[in-house]
């Protein structure tokens, strides 16, 4: 995801951008806990002999790289959240400035 269309808005926006960040990283940890839940229903199949224990490795290798994946996406989508909740900030911070240096004037 790109921020350059995010600083030619006003800061309305940003805030709709921010919480659909947060609901996309709830989201992705969801689908981690499911993954996880499907390696416990695994190693239950592996332990009641239903499956191979071949099987069970490609299937388990196939939900640890899901798993390794979506932690990925969810790390960088944290370090754009704070990046973009700093610049806000910053920005919040430097028109307060300008407003106290009006008001001296």
Do not use: P, Q
Not at 36 to 49: G, P, S, T
């Amino acid at each position: 995801m790109h921020l350059r269309h995010i600083e030619k808005n006003c800061g309305v926006n940003n805030m709709g951008y921010l919480k659909r960040m947060e609901k996309t990283i709830i989201k992705r940890e969801k689908s981690i806990e499911k993954e996880r839940n499907k390696m416990e229903d695994l190693k239950a199949k592996l332990d009641a002999n239903e499956i191979t224990k071949g099987h069970f490795n490609l299937k388990k290798a196939k939900i640890d790289h899901n798993i390794r994946v979506m932690d990925a996406k969810i790390r960088t989508l944290k370090g754009m959240l704070t990046k973009e909740k700093r610049r806000l900030e910053e920005k919040r911070e430097e028109k307060e400035k300008e407003k106290e240096e009006k008001e001296k004037k």
